[in-house]
């Protein structure tokens, strides 16, 4: 079968389609033919030798988030039957034209989303659903604060938050972007760099968050401890702006505020699935109805997966890019 890989560490000239073994189907698993795949940043990372997957899982290989349809079942499987359209998320490999994934990490696509629509939920929506709730702990009445609210996780967080009657700021470089992220929700859009932005952001949360959602990373963490509450709690989920950072830890320990991290891929088996089957109960229907949804900026051929990785690269995008075998 094919499967999208990168040579070597490097740019997006090292990406190649090659010829690769075919998984093998595990009593508990089912085997998808994957028709699109959503692209992260976390791919290029990887690609560039800076993320590589957890052990026993093949550094070369890209791919952390698939939509498809269920080619065969294992003998254990109860869930899905061969034919259903499925999306999830994996550790790595979702570039390949088949793979094999635990049943119980499944997701059904809803009937109204195409199998592209459907790549770019799942790391999104998942890693937003479980900072806002698991990490964050939202409770009712807290403000949120979302910093990058243009990234994909940004933008499904604004829309599980407001869902739920909270208010909610946002943050980012680009206005027009922001002004969009109105009608899907958010409260208060709020531009980066400006002198005034935290007192903006204080006066549109009534104070102080109780949640913040930083996908920036270092550079901004004593400012974004500044806005939180007492008892708030800042949940990292990206380092866009990179890994380091100093706090004076006296102010942390007065407001008992907490710092709390959060990464899908790293996460074991039985609590990835436990994240699946509650966001299926509690989010998935709310999807299906079209209450939710996550912009399609651009789709490539996977052939063309490297212009798709420099273009992600550059920017200036809005919503998810995504990758499909189809011709």
């Not at 807290?142 to 996780?153: E, F, G, H, N, W």
Request: net charge neutral; glycine share 12%; proline share 5%.
């Amino acid at each position: 079968m094919k499967a999208l890989i990168c040579s070597r560490s490097g740019g997006p000239e090292v990406l190649q389609i090659a010829e690769v073994a075919p998984p093998q189907l595990g009593a508990d698993e089912v085997k998808v033919r994957v028709r699109a795949v959503g692209l992260n940043r976390a791919d290029l990372l990887q690609r560039s030798g800076f993320y590589p997957p957890p052990a026993g899982w093949d550094p070369h290989r890209l791919g952390l988030e698939y939509a498809g349809d269920v080619e065969e079942v294992g003998a254990h499987c109860v869930l899905r039957r061969p034919g259903d359209r499925i999306m999830g998320l994996v550790v790595g490999g979702a570039c390949s034209e088949f793979i094999t994934v635990p049943e119980r990490e499944t997701l059904p696509v809803p009937e109204r989303l195409t199998h592209v629509q459907a790549a770019a939920i799942p790391e999104a929506f998942l890693t937003a659903f479980r900072a806002l709730w698991g990490e964050g702990e939202l409770a009712s009445g807290d403000a949120v604060l979302i910093r990058v609210a243009t990234a994909s996780v940004g933008i499904a967080a604004i829309q599980l938050a407001r869902l739920a009657d909270h208010v909610v700021a946002g943050t980012g470089r680009d206005a027009a972007r922001l002004d969009l992220l109105r009608d899907l929700g958010l409260d208060h859009p709020l531009i980066e760099g400006v002198p005034d932005m935290a007192r903006r952001a204080q006066d549109a949360l009534g104070g102080h968050a109780q949640v913040i959602i930083d996908l920036w990373g270092g550079g901004r963490l004593a400012e974004n401890l500044s806005l939180l509450g007492e008892e708030g709690r800042l949940v990292v989920v990206g380092l866009l702006g990179g890994s380091r950072d100093t706090i004076d830890l006296a102010g942390l320990l007065m407001r008992r505020q907490s710092i709390r991290t959060l990464t899908m891929r790293s996460q074991p088996i039985e609590r990835r699935v436990a994240l699946v089957r509650r966001f299926e109960r509690q989010i998935l229907p709310v999807l299906a109805e079209g209450q939710l949804q996550m912009p399609v900026s651009r789709v490539y051929l996977m052939s063309n997966a490297a212009q798709a990785h420099h273009d992600m690269a550059r920017g200036g995008h809005f919503g998810k890019l995504v990758l499909t075998w189809a011709e």
